[in-house]
Each structure stands twice: as structure tokens, then as C-alpha cells.
């Protein structure tokens, strides 16, 4: 994980024109408000901002508004931030236009949980004060690559941030599957489903399936189950230079294969998904230097009363 400190960006960029991409979820009253909040506050420093024309009709825009037709990687060329205000959802829409322009991304929580989010509504004050005085840093989020084969051949490629996940399609039929790492079986079962993950997913779809809460700094892949039949289908941790494989049975009904949740592609019977350590990481902007552990306390409300600390 590599860091880049606001403050250098200040000087690269010093006396150029500074422009930043908003994104937000216009199905929320509060994102409108919130966008509203962080568009005004930001040309009032004089930073640009940019929108995309689908949410700029729901949104209450000054005419100092950039307005860009396409949701596409180049729509954020010369952009220094992607703000995106929403939930789970919308912070991975998000993360789709930052992996692809490299552009940090600095979210906003108005849903849930929202471990991608940096900060939450009531904190937009400091998000536009910290954006115009670049008082933040970049981190980068590993990402997984993932490849499908059918007899032999490559028939889809993608990618993901949080988790690629092999699942069943029918709800009365379990998926056969054989699990490899490094070229080797592992273990075979029925199940519902298998998720990849990175790090950063481990809050999201693996943690729901059992899997263990991995730090981000932890350079690492996981391999979770989804309800399967088996003794041994325990979540597996393995090196990030490790090539994860799910073999779908011949024998099996087909089943599917979903990206963050977002991007889904068939998989027929004796298909074969393989995942590594993706080539391309997500820039994430950081507002504060909140450890980890106290982020999983605040978002998952866990109790933490009688804690004393360290001897002294």
C-alpha cells in the first residue's frame, strides 16, 4: 500500500485550475442536499466541479457547473478528486471511474455501514474544507483480477475491489465446485457459493459468509464458502501472489459469477474462474488517521465498555 500526501499534490498542481468530480446517489433527498452542500462550498473556494448530465436534473447545480455526458473514464480527465456521495452502491459505481482514471476517491456514507467511505453527512463541512486545502492522502486498495474459462478458452475477464463471487442460479439445486490454489486442489463440495476477496472486502459479502475481518494494510486474498456441505469448508487466507481457481462441476447446474455485485457473467457447467492480485489498484482519499479498529467498532456499534487498556 503506498500513501501520496496532499500536501505534494499541492505542488504539482500549484496555480493550476483545480476541478473535481462529484458523483452522488439522486435517489436519496439527502445525497441532493449533500451534493448541493459540497457544490456550493467548493466553487466558493474556486474549485471547479463536475457532474455527470443523468444526476445534474435532480440536483439544484449553479450555472458554474460542469456538466459531462458519459459516465467514462475520461469524463474525470484533469480531475484531482472523485467525490461520491451515497452508499454501498454508489462508493462501488465509484470506484469502477477511480480504478479506471486513477483518480483518488474520497466517499461520503449516507447509507449503512460504508467501510469504502471516508467520511459521513455530517462531516461535509470538513470534507469541502479539506479539499480545498488538500489536507488529505491517498492510499492504495488492492483489487483482484478475474478470468473465466470454458473448455480452454478465455471467455470473460474482470475485475473487482471488495469481492468476485461464484454462486448457484438455482435456489433448489447446489453448485458442485473444486476449490485450487497455486495449481493445486484443495477440497470439493456442494455449496451456495465461493467469494474471492481482497482485504478491503472482508467487510462486505466474505464477512457476511463467515469469513475473518482482514486489516488493509494485510497484503492478502481470501477464499469463503457460502453454505456449503462439507467438514472441511473453512474461510482460507493465502499470499497475495497466491492464483485462486473455482472449478464449476460438469456435472453441475450452471451457475454465476458476480463482480462487487455489480457486474455479473454465466458460468456453464465445467467452467473454471481463476483470481489473482489485480494489476490496477483503487487511489482512496483519506480525510484523518483513524485506526482501522476503531473504524470496525464505530460501523459495526460493537461493544468495547469496561476496555482499560494497556498496563501502564
Known amino acids: ?38 457544490v456550493r462550498g467548493l466553487l466558493r473556494s474556486g474549485i471547479g466541479v463536475r457532474v455527470l448530465r443523468a444526476e445534474a436534473a435532480d440536483l439544484p447545480l449553479p450555472v458554474e457547473a460542469e456538466i459531462v455526458e458519459d459516465a467514462i473514464p475520461a469524463c474525470l480527465d484533469a480531475c484531482e478528486l472523485l467525490i461520491v456521495l451515497g452508499g454501498d452502491g454508489t462508493l462501488l459505481r465509484g470506484a469502477e471511474l477511480a480504478r479506471a482514471s486513477g483518480v483518488p476517491m474520497l466517499g461520503v456514507n449516507l447509507g449503512r455501514v460504508g467501510f469504502l467511505a471516508e467520511a459521513e453527512r455530517d462531516d461535509l463541512d470538513k470534507v469541502v474544507d479539506r479539499v480545498v486545502t488538500r489536507a488529505y492522502e491517498v492510499e ?17 475477464r474482470d475485475w473487482a475491489l471488495n469481492e468476485a463471487a461464484v454462486q448457484k442460479v438455482s435456489p433448489e439445486r447446489m453448485l458442485e465446485v473444486v476449490l485450487e490454489i497455486d495449481g493445486r486442489p484443495v477440497t470439493g463440495f456442494g455449496c451456495d457459493g ?10 462486505a ?50 451457475g454465476v459469477l458476480w463482480c462487487d455485485g455489480r457486474r455479473t457473467v454465466e458460468l456453464p457447467s465445467g467452467a473454471r474462474v481463476e483470481v489473482r492480485r489485480g494489476a490496477v489498484p483503487v487511489r482512496l482519499a483519506r480525510l484523518h488517521h483513524a485506526s482501522f479498529t476503531d473504524r470496525l467498532v464505530a460501523k459495526f456499534a460493537l461493544p468495547v465498555q469496561g476496555w482499560r487498556g494497556a498496563p501502564h
Open 1 to 38: 500500500m503506498s500513501e501520496e500526501s496532499g500536501a505534494a499534490g499541492s505542488e504539482r498542481g500549484a496555480g493550476a485550475p483545480r476541478t473535481v468530480f462529484l458523483l452522488a446517489h439522486t435517489g436519496r433527498p439527502a445525497a441532493i442536499r449533500s451534493a448541493e452542500l459540497v
Open 140 to 156: 492504495e486498495r488492492m483489487t483482484l483480477d478475474v478470468v473465466v474459462h470454458n473448455n480452454g478458452d478465455v471467455v470473460h
Open 194 to 203: 465461493i467469494v474471492c476477496a481482497t482485504p478491503t472486502g472482508s467487510t
Open 205 to 254: 459479502y466474505a464477512f457476511s459468509a463467515g469469513g475473518p475481518v482482514v486489516w488493509p494494510e494485510v497484503e492478502a486474498l481470501l477464499m469463503v464458502p457460502i453454505s456449503a456441505h462439507a467438514l472441511f469448508a473453512k474461510p482460507l487466507v493465502t499470499s497475495p501472489n497466491s492464483v485462486l481457481a473455482v472449478e464449476v462441476q460438469p456435472h453441475t447446474p450452471h
